[in-house]
């Protein structure tokens, strides 16, 4: 009797209809890392991406919703997508992916979800109806994707997802350095750059009542880049008397972020709420030293002491990291060297391509099984 054959047929690349909140021209952290892979020759997967709240009024937002629900909803219905790849959020993010995925499960679409959302893990047991969307549609997924260790952890101890199910794979950027000398010069003022939201969140308040604290003799300049309000912190730069060492250039394109990136001695970060945040990782990939907060999975970017610092939000942390590396340059250019491997060794955009890939595989295997989950151990973890 013959032995049957239980070998797998090879498949082209899997189409994957990805949920993205505000599109690929959005100003978010997931926006532009997703705006990375479809730009990229060797994109995983054949990809339909779809908007479901834009930048917009709520009015707008709602119209968006409604479209984006339209347009999923057509997709699963006509077999047109083989993997739904559904990124989330916080508060009424779980309501708009909770919707979608019962679609996705009415017509057999297996969905992974990207969990994106900053202070999930310090909510995580809060008695609020999104929190139990949130847990609900993640224990039934086929697919988690952490943003860490940190992430792996919240979602297996405390919200129950099946340890299989859930796949480790970081954000990564590509390597805008190429063949560039990353040694920055040591005869100039301390350089730190920051970009993201202006704002509480990220910080902001923290880091320019740092630089107010930097010892007078130190010489240094600050670029805050990013969208938000920046009066009440120009306020404050002025009181202190140190506003002309700091420049607010606004929204900023990649190109121009890397280039600062690529010139900073530090790639700052006082954030209150992060997942893990594409700017400190673009600026481990440049080589600058990482001086952070160790919310979310930012410790396993930044290594404490090795890439930089990894502070409580507190002022007084950041100016004393600030004004150390400053007098010690010997120190400074060691943690630029340990960021830039940091990088190489855990953030590089091939390794992050081929673990989704991976990921997407073992989900398409299990529904191929007849399984309906990923049920066997991550390749990807």
């Not at 797998?8 to 705006?35: Q, S, T």
């Not at 993997?83 to 969905?111: C, E, Q, T």
């Not at 990894?310 to 950041?318: C, Q, S, W």
């Amino acid at each position: 009797m013959a032995r049957k054959d239980t070998q797998r047929k090879p498949r082209g690349k899997p189409r994957v209809l990805c949920v993205v909140p505000r599109g690929l021209e959005g100003r978010g952290g997931i926006e532009r890392a997703f705006r990375y892979i479809a730009n990229h020759d060797d994109a995983p997967a054949d990809f339909t991406f779809l908007a479901t709240r834009g930048d917009g009024s709520r009015l707008g937002s709602l119209l968006i919703f409604a479209n984006a629900l339209m347009r999923f909803t057509w997709i699963a219905m006509t077999r047109q997508a083989d993997v739904a790849h559904i990124n989330l959020s916080l508060r009424a993010s779980a309501y708009r992916k909770a919707m979608l995925w019962g679609v996705a499960k009415i017509f057999g679409l297996p969905v992974i979800f990207h969990y994106h959302g900053g202070g999930f893990d310090a909510r995580v047991h809060e008695k609020k109806l999104w929190i139990a969307v949130t847990k609900f549609i993640l224990r039934r997924a086929e697919g988690v994707i952490a943003l860490g260790e940190r992430w792996r952890q919240v979602f297996v101890d405390e919200v129950g997802v099946r340890p299989e199910r859930v796949f480790v794979i970081y954000n990564a950027v590509p390597d805008f350095v190429q063949s560039r000398d990353l040694t920055r010069p040591v005869d100039r003022p301390l350089t730190i750059f920051f970009a993201g939201e202006i704002g509480a969140r990220k910080g902001v308040d923290v880091l320019v009542a740092a630089l107010a604290q930097v010892r007078e003799n130190i010489d240094w300049r600050c670029t805050i880049a990013g969208n938000g309000d920046v009066s009440p912190f120009r306020e404050t730069l002025e009181r202190a008397g140190i506003a002309a060492r700091v420049t607010f250039p606004g929204w900023l394109g990649m190109d121009d972020i890397h280039a600062h990136m690529l010139n900073a001695d530090i790639l700052t970060l006082p954030s209150r709420s992060e997942a893990l945040p594409i700017s400190l990782i673009e600026g481990a990939a440049a080589g600058a030293a990482l001086v952070c907060t160790g919310v979310g999975a930012s410790a396993e970017i930044a290594e404490n002491s090795v890439s930089g610092y990894v502070l409580a939000i507190e002022p007084e942390a950041f100016a004393r990291a600030f004004t150390e590396l400053a007098q010690d340059r010997v120190k400074l250019a060691a943690m630029q060297s340990a960021a830039r491997e940091r990088y190489l060794d855990r953030f590089t955009f091939a390794r992050m391509l081929e673990r989704l890939s991976a990921a997407y595989a073992v989900v398409l295997d299990a529904k191929a099984d007849g399984a309906g989950a990923a049920s066997r151990p991550s390749a990807v973890a």
